[in-house]
C-alpha cells in the first residue's frame, strides 16, 4: 500500500505560481513512478506531468509545458509540482499518483494505482 497526501494549493491570480507537494509513504519511494493529474467538476482526470521511477525521466502535457515542473525528492519521498504562469484554465483539484515500476508514456489515469484526496488550485482572472 502507498499512501499519498497533497498540500500546497490554494489561490492565485492569472501570472502567479505555486508549489504543489505529494508526501508519499508505504512502499519504496525511488521504485514508483509518480504522476500529476489534475480535474474540474464535470471531467475526467486530465494528465499534467509525470516522473518515472528512473531518475530524470520526465513528461508533461503540452498545455502545461514550459510552466509547470515536476521534481522529486527520494530522500524525503516527495514529489512535487511548480506551476507557473499560471492561466484561469489550470484551475482544478490536482491529485498525485503512484504506481510501482511504470514508464514516462503513463499518461492515462488508469496506470495508477495510488491515489491522493487531492488539493484545489484556483487561478483568478
Known amino acids: 500500500q502507498v499512501q499519498l497526501v497533497e498540500s500546497g494549493g490554494g489561490l492565485v491570480q492569472a501570472g502567479g505560481s505555486l508549489r504543489l507537494s505529494c508526501a508519499a509513504s508505504?512502499?519504496?519511494?525511488?521504485?514508483?513512478?509518480m504522476g500529476w493529474f489534475r480535474q474540474t467538476p464535470g471531467t475526467e482526470r486530465e494528465f499534467v506531468a509525470i516522473?518515472?521511477?528512473?531518475?530524470?525521466?520526465?513528461n508533461y502535457a503540452d498545455s502545461v509545458k514550459g510552466r509547470f515542473t515536476i521534481s522529486r525528492d527520494n530522500t524525503k519521498n516527495t514529489l512535487y509540482l511548480q506551476l507557473d504562469s499560471l492561466k484561469p484554465e489550470d484551475t482544478g483539484v490536482y491529485s498525485c499518483?503512484?504506481?510501482?515500476?511504470?514508464?514516462?508514456?503513463?499518461?492515462?489515469?488508469?496506470?495508477?494505482?495510488?491515489w491522493g484526496q487531492g488539493t484545489q488550485v484556483t487561478v483568478s482572472s
Open positions: 499518483a503512484a504506481v510501482q515500476g511504470g514508464s514516462a508514456s503513463y499518461t492515462d489515469r488508469r496506470y495508477y494505482t495510488y
Open positions: 516522473s518515472m521511477w528512473i531518475v530524470g525521466t520526465t
Open positions: 508505504g512502499r519504496t519511494f525511488n521504485l514508483l513512478t
